[in-house]
Structures are given as C-alpha cells and as structure tokens.
C-alpha cells in the first residue's frame, strides 16, 4: 500500500513540474530530443527532493518550483547531459510512460546507494577528522594562534631547528598550491583515501544533497548533472559553490565539527591563507605530540588571550 505521505509528495511534484514547463519558453522545449522530459519524467525530480526534505525535517515546498526550474532549464542547455544520465543509469525504455517507472525506480535507487554509502563511512570520517577541526575551530583566532606555534618551535631547535625545517617541508608544498580554502580542501578531498575513492551513487548523493541545501543562485546547475556522472572534481564544486555551501559540505562529511565553529570561520574571509595555515601548523603539531588535542601546548603553561581555549597545567612539568 503506497502511502499517504508519498501520494501527497507525488501530487505536489508533478503539479511543480506542469508548472515549470507551461511556463518555459516554447523553443526551450523542442532542444530536448524526443520531447522526453515530460512533467511526469521532471517530478521524478521533485519526488525526490521532497522524500529528502521529508526525511531530514525540512521544508522546501516554497522552493520546489524554482529549482525543478533550474533542473529544466539545465537539460535544455545541455540535452547531452539528460542522455548520460540515463545511460548511467541503464535506462533503456522509449516509450514515456515506462520511461517514466524505470527512471524513477532507477534515479531514487541510485540516491538510496549513495546514501547507505555515506551512513556506512561517516563513523570513519568523523575519526579522520581532526586536521578540519583544527583548520575551523581555530579560524577566528587564528592571528593570535601564531604565538603557539611560534612558542612550540622556539622550545624546540627555533626556526633553523630540526621541528621548523620539518613542518616547512611537509607544509609549504600544500599551501603553495593553494589560493584559497576552496583550493585548499578540493585538495584535502581529492587526496583523502575515502573520499577519492568514492562511488558514482555516493558521489550523485553528495551533489544531491548540497543542492538541495544551497539556496544561492551562484551555484550552477549543470555542476549538478555533471556531477551525478562523476563528470566534476571536488576542486571544481568548490569552486562554484558560495561559502554557506562549503560550510554544509564540511558539516556533512564531519558530522563531528560544531555548525558554529564553522559559521564563524567562514565569516572572516577566506581569500588569505592564514587560517589554514595556522590550522595545518596545529595539527601538524599535534600529530608530532606537542600540542594536545585543543590546541594547547603539552608540557608547557601559555597565556593565549581571546581564544576562548583555557590554558592547561600539566604536572609533568616543562620541556
């Protein structure tokens, strides 16, 4: 027995999508080979956002004609991207009402992957964690955060010492590749042993989920499509995506990292360095044993003023 809820999402969407396609353009709608994105193919869209929103507690009933819109729009820009969609998902029916059954049974299987792939490696992501945690927790402070690094090098060797020329070593060929945090992490995850790694259904899952969230308009939508054919680098979403954006995706592949300590990194700008150079400092220091795991020196007792991370005592005494 379908239920009450799914028959409600069902309606709302495919009267959505009427919506969307007797308002376009007449000549948008002859690009599409075959005429084949009906309101029945384009609400398989809508059904699947609002199973999403439904899920997690959301509402975005106020935005489901809009961005089914964009969806609409984003394949008559780009018919080519409708035709590997389906050939991605071995959809194979030409006639349009069993098109319609088996692209979506096929699209709402493939997000169903995704997700189950997510749920099953989210535990290890959060361990992995750390060097993100130390890049935002410290954001806003980090100017200030620069005595402690600064502090921990002078106590051992200083900055011709053997810990100064190993942290240079390690850290400036990153940064220098760098321009940007968005550079900086599409770096991080194109080179994170999970996360390059993914599958083409956890990768449709992510896109699917951002776009969902992300209401600026900046973001274009053919990122999206390209995206669920694995057609787009973690570098090239960043690159498109506003910073609200970056902030979700952080918060969805570290469920560990406090929403606030992210909103407030971002909110100082990111066009400089500084921060996550100050971060990759920290956990590189951390990672070697000589700051503990909120940032404070082991062994040693600092005055950081304005950090709102207290100083410990340790009663091992100092160096």
Do not use: C
Not at 220 to 238: V, Y
């Amino acid at each position: 027995m379908i239920s009450p809820r799914k028959v409600a999402d069902k309606y709302l969407a495919l009267e959505a999508s009427r919506w969307v396609i007797k308002t376009s353009p007449k000549s948008k709608i002859a690009s599409i080979a075959g005429n084949e994105i009906d309101e029945n193919i384009l609400s398989v869209f809508g059904e699947g956002m609002l199973r999403y929103a439904s899920i997690r507690k959301v509402s975005i009933l106020k935005g489901l004609g809009r961005k089914l819109k964009e969806i609409y729009d984003a394949f008559q820009k780009a018919p080519d991207l409708w035709k590997k969609l389906k050939e991605m998902l071995g959809v194979v029916s030409t006639n349009q009402i069993s098109l319609y059954y088996e692209f979506s049974e096929k699209f709402q299987g493939l997000l169903d992957d995704g997700e189950r792939w997510w749920a099953g490696v989210k535990s290890e992501m959060e361990k992995d964690s750390k060097i993100i945690r130390f890049v935002f927790q410290y954001a806003a402070n980090a100017p200030t955060l620069t005595s402690i690094v600064q502090s921990v090098i002078d106590r051992n060797g200083g900055g011709d010492g053997k810990l100064a020329k190993e942290m240079e070593r390690i850290i400036n060929p990153v940064l220098r590749k760098a321009r940007n945090l968005s550079d900086w992490i599409g770096g991080f995850f194109d080179r994170h042993p999970l996360l390059n790694a993914l599958t083409t259904p956890a990768k449709a899952y992510i896109y699917w989920s951002i776009w969902i969230n992300v209401t600026e308009l900046s973001w274009k939508i053919t990122d999206l499509l390209k995206g669920f054919l694995g057609l787009i680098s973690w570098s090239d979403l960043l690159k498109g995506l506003p910073e609200s954006g970056i902030g979700f995706l952080v918060s969805l592949l570290f469920p560990g990292i406090p929403r606030g300590w992210i909103s407030k990194s971002l909110s100082i700008g990111w066009n400089a360095l500084l921060v996550p150079a100050v971060g990759l400092q920290l956990y590189f220091l951390y990672r070697k044993g000589l700051i503990n795991g909120e940032g404070i020196p082991v062994h040693i007792t600092l005055a950081v003023p304005k950090t709102g991370v207290e100083p410990v005592h340790s009663e091992s005494g100092g160096f």
